[in-house]
C-alpha cells in the first residue's frame, strides 16, 4: 500500500526557512516522479517542485525558483523540500505525491495519483 506522509510544516517569520520531508512507503521511489504541491486557502492546488525519475531532473514553479530546493533520498524513501527566504504568499498546505504520468502532464496535480494527508505552511510578514 503506497503511503506518503509530510512533515516539518509550521508558522514562520518572513525570510526564514523551513525543510519540508516527506516519508514514502509502499513502493520503489526511485521508478517514480516525487513532487510537493500547495493549495493556499481559496485557491485551486498547484505543484511547486518536482523531482522526476529516473535521473531525477528538478522543476520548479517560477514563484519558488531560487528559494526552493527539491531533493530525494530514494534508498531511503525520502523526499525534502528546502524553504529558504519564505514569504507570506508561500502560506498553504504543503503536499507530497508520487506519479508516473508523462512528462507532458507532470506540473498537472490531477494527473498524480498518491497523495500525502499535507503539512501547513504559515508565513508571516
Known amino acids: 500500500q503506497v503511503q506518503l506522509a509530510e512533515s516539518g510544516g509550521g508558522l514562520v517569520q518572513a525570510g526564514d526557512s523551513l525543510r519540508l520531508s516527506c516519508s514514502a512507503s509502499g513502493f520503489r521511489m526511485i521508478n517514480y516522479h516525487m513532487g510537493w504541491f500547495r493549495q493556499a486557502p481559496g485557491m485551486e492546488r498547484e505543484f511547486v517542485a518536482i523531482?522526476?525519475?529516473?535521473?531525477?531532473?528538478?522543476i520548479y514553479t517560477d514563484s519558488v525558483k531560487g528559494r526552493f530546493t527539491i531533493s530525494r533520498e530514494n534508498s531511503k524513501g525520502m523526499l525534502y523540500l528546502q524553504m529558504n527566504g519564505l514569504k507570506p504568499e508561500d502560506t498553504a498546505v504543503y503536499y507530497c505525491?508520487?506519479?508516473?504520468?508523462?512528462?507532458?502532464?507532470?506540473?498537472?496535480?490531477?494527473?498524480?495519483?498518491?497523495w500525502g494527508q499535507g503539512t501547513q505552511v504559515t508565513v508571516s510578514a
Open positions: 505525491a508520487s506519479s508516473t504520468v508523462a512528462l507532458s502532464g507532470i506540473r498537472r496535480p490531477e494527473m498524480w495519483r498518491n
Open positions: 523531482s522526476s525519475r529516473p535521473g531525477g531532473n528538478s
